[in-house]
């Protein structure tokens, strides 16, 4: 057999841009409409011929699926009526959903257009999952040519970056749009050509709509006045821009992969270009609220700006995430869980007394040994010894009552000079650039609100051990091994 000019050039745009690699079976969208008619129309005749000829491409099988949206009452049932009868003529097998758009849109607070498409997607996804091999099935919907214009036109208008500016890609995980190259004129004069009937949604003449508007007003108004080539001219700024950003994608992962670690991003990542930082903010965003729709340039600059804020500085985005300054960065939470991290915990304390001159306390993954001893016991390399953090020793005779180990709590402070002046303990965190998810974790030697140490960090200035120290109180520290 042999494929017409316009069948030919669809299957050389398939062939170009790899829709139907390691492909056994296609699922193909059909409405009714002349898009999707020509779709599985043109794809059974590739089929057909990659069946008969000795070529390449492996032969592939098709299930047509349609969905009734139950919106636009008897006309819907007669697209369903016409796709039936067209599948049944043609020995294409067939599965009809019919879907409550209407109550889905409602629950989840989506316009009927937006609540339609996933829908229809996850119908498509079902149908697919059919097939034991679902790595060899690709979904193929019928996107033309106009569709991708008025889709660039539609998102500049709304204030699109480069990425809409793409328009709508030719390949996406496993759903491909074979027609995207082909105008709509073009699929009709086929259709009509081959004598192949097909149906006409009402919805789409009417004026109301964003989209028809540009269909049936704004890009006839370009034609005639601007450009009589104003398909093409949008259809190469598209291709133009698909190039540029798939570079940027590309390499916005690399720096994704780079500088984010738990939906954190490294202020390390200002090193980048500008266009780099705003993607790996929209990708970190998306990764954790699974959307990016209502996410603006106006979102993006705020979060960059907050690279610069202090540390605890936070902004509200949509989905109820959170953004928030961080030591290291900036971390992209929920609300529930910036709550939790903002929530105090309460970790028991564990009494020292001062009376008893050995003592092992035993806590919740630690052991605490102290003791006292003569002043002239130890060498005085071993108390000035900075690094070990986990042995501290202290001048006994400047301890006034019992000591405790325990978490934070609110006025606690340490002396920090031998002047005699003091810290919150909160700035001495803020200073070392302890996350504040972790400060609660820290256990503190106190006599009162006074921290004598502050256990793996410092000891405070006043009760160091000095010449006219008599006795020493020696205090270990040791986490439980695992």
Not at 185 to 206: A, P, W
Not at 223 to 246: G, P
Not at 259 to 277: G, H, N, T
Request: aromatic content about 8%; charged content about 30%; proline content about 2%.
């Amino acid at each position: 057999m042999k494929l017409s000019k316009f069948e030919y050039n669809i299957y050389n745009f398939i062939r170009e841009n790899k829709l139907l690699e390691n492909t056994k079976h296609i699922v193909v969208g059909v409405s009714g409409g002349a898009d999707s008619i020509c779709l599985i129309s043109v794809l059974k005749r590739i089929s057909e011929y990659v069946s008969s000829k000795s070529v390449d491409d492996s032969s592939f099988d098709l299930m047509a699926v349609h969905i009734n949206h139950n919106i636009r009452g008897k006309e819907a049932k007669r697209d369903e009526t016409f796709v039936v009868d067209f599948c049944e003529k043609n020995g294409i097998p067939l599965i009809v959903e019919s879907l409550d758009v209407v109550g889905y849109s409602n629950k989840n607070n989506l316009s009927l257009e937006e609540a339609g498409r996933v829908l229809r997607y996850e119908a498509f996804a079902r149908a697919a999952s059919k097939w034991e091999d679902r790595q060899f099935v690709k979904i193929a919907v019928a996107h033309n040519e106009n569709d991708n214009v008025e889709t660039v036109i539609f998102n500049i208008i709304r204030g699109s970056g480069l990425k809409g500016v793409s328009g709508i890609p030719v390949k996406r995980d496993d759903i491909i749009r074979p027609l995207l190259s082909t105008t709509r004129e073009s699929i009709e004069d086929y259709l009509k050509s081959r004598g192949i009937d097909y149906v006409v949604d009402s919805t789409n003449l009417q004026e109301d709509y964003s989209r028809n508007k540009i269909r049936l007003m704004v890009l006839p108004y370009l034609q005639n006045n601007f450009n009589q080539n104003v398909f093409n001219a949008i259809s190469n700024l598209a291709e133009i821009a698909t190039e540029a950003n798939e570079f940027i994608e590309n390499q916005v992962d690399k720096a994704y992969k780079k500088y984010v670690s738990e939906y954190e991003i490294s202020s390390q990542i200002l090193d980048e270009d500008e266009c780099v930082i705003s993607g790996v903010i929209r990708k970190c965003f998306e990764d954790k609220s699974g959307k990016l729709k209502d996410i603006t340039k106006t979102h993006v600059n705020i979060i960059m700006n907050l690279f610069g804020s202090i540390v605890s500085s936070s902004i509200e985005l949509p989905y109820g995430i959170i953004a928030k300054r961080t030591y290291n960065g900036v971390e992209f939470a929920t609300k529930s869980e910036n709550q939790q991290i903002n929530v105090h915990k309460e970790y028991p304390s564990y009494q020292i007394k001062k009376s008893e001159e050995k003592q092992v306390i035993e806590g919740a993954g630690f052991r605490i040994t102290v003791e006292v001893k003569p002043a002239d016991v130890i060498d005085e390399k071993i108390i000035k010894n900075k690094e070990n953090q986990y042995t501290k020793y202290i001048d006994y005779d400047k301890i006034d009552s019992d000591l405790y180990v325990r978490s934070r709590q609110k006025g606690d402070y340490i002396v920090v000079n031998s002047e005699g002046g003091h810290k919150k303990i909160k700035d001495y965190f803020s200073d070392m650039k302890i996350p504040r998810e972790e400060r609660d974790d820290i256990l503190l030697l106190s006599s009162d609100d006074k921290i004598l140490w502050v256990i793996g960090y410092r000891i405070g200035e006043d009760i160091k051990v000095t010449s006219d120290t008599n006795k020493i109180l020696k205090i270990s520290y040791e986490a439980d091994k695992e």
